[in-house]
């Protein structure tokens, strides 16, 4: 009896087992992201130094926070552009068809413009208040495709009575408590949930790394929430596409050419076994499988 009921248990548990390798299969590794530096559109007269760097460096930091993106330095680059063509510039990794610099390829980017970035003061009774308001014009693009995933406004406003007026490095130490830094925080915040909500419609993506005999390395380990059993889509690029008129990229043909598995994850990269197609190269885009 003890074979035939430790046989029953094992078939009661398959379906709840066999769940559980579904679901680290569809566990979405954390996708990478850049911020560049905001331009500052504003008047300028708000006092405040380096608002653009400022707010990038503070979207930054509350996006790291969210524990959903691998967060990209990318101050020095600008624009999808530069992003779609450092395969063959020599400014990326290795990993990611390039060299010096050691810079991977961020999949989505951050573009901004501060809009409106001021103080206002009055006095009523003796008493002073200052009324600060911060806008923002958002893109996220993602630099695969040149696409814009999503462009948005963001706005924040803040009062207070019998503050203090003192201005300096904007987004330094002690900046939150000012009027100007809790608008600015809101803006923060509010970007932060757009940004998250809109990338959730964009495939994660990566690259063949490398490939040692049946081995093929992806750009993507345990830091980005990478899972043994993951299926990705591969595709090699091809010609580029851009507008007759403006000369603007639209993106490159991709060509699917089969498919890989996860099969043990490191820290910064992951080892795959190919399940489906053959040609897979060095460089090629490893995407999410999209659902059936």
């Keep these: 009896m003890r074979p ?38 504003s008047n300028g007269n708000h006092g405040w130094h380096n608002v653009g ?41 290795k990993g990611t068809n390039a060299q010096t610099g050691k810079i991977v390829v961020a999949g989505l980017q951050i573009y901004g413009a501060v809009t409106e970035c001021g103080m206002q003061e009055r006095s009523y009774a003796m008493v002073k208040r200052q009324t600060s308001r911060v806008a923002c014009d958002v893109r996220l693009v993602d630099t695969t495709t040149g696409e814009v995933v999503k462009s948005f406004q963001s706005a924040g406003e803040e009062s207070a009575t019998g503050v203090n007026t003192a201005v300096g490095q904007f987004g330094a130490a002690g900046f939150d408590s000012t009027v100007i830094g809790k608008a600015t925080r809101k803006v923060i915040d509010d970007i932060v949930d757009q940004v998250s909500a809109a990338s959730e419609a964009v495939a994660w993506s990566g690259k063949i790394s490398q490939l040692v005999g049946t081995k093929i390395f992806i750009n993507s380990g345990s830091n980005d929430n ?20 403006s000369g603007q990229s639209l993106g490159f043909e991709t060509t699917k050419v089969g498919a890989v598995k996860v099969v043990k994850v490191d820290q910064k990269y992951s080892v795959c076994e190919g399940v489906e197609g053959s040609g897979f190269e060095r460089g090629q885009i490893v995407k999410q499988k999209a659902d059936k």
């Design 4 to 41: 035939l009921a430790t046989a029953l248990g094992l078939l009661l548990f398959a379906p709840a087992f066999s769940s559980a390798a579904e679901e680290i299969k569809k566990v979405t590794p954390r996708k990478q992201v850049a911020v560049k530096d905001f331009d500052d559109k």
């Design 53 to 93: 760097s400022g707010m990038a460096e503070m979207l930054t930091t509350a996006l790291v926070k969210t524990g959903k993106f691998a967060v990209l330095e990318r101050k020095q680059l600008a624009g999808v552009a530069e992003e779609q063509a450092l395969a063959g510039s020599g400014a990326a990794a």
């Design 226 to 245: 990478q899972t043994v059993g993951a299926v990705y889509d591969v595709y090699k690029m091809g010609q580029e596409i851009t507008d007759p008129d």
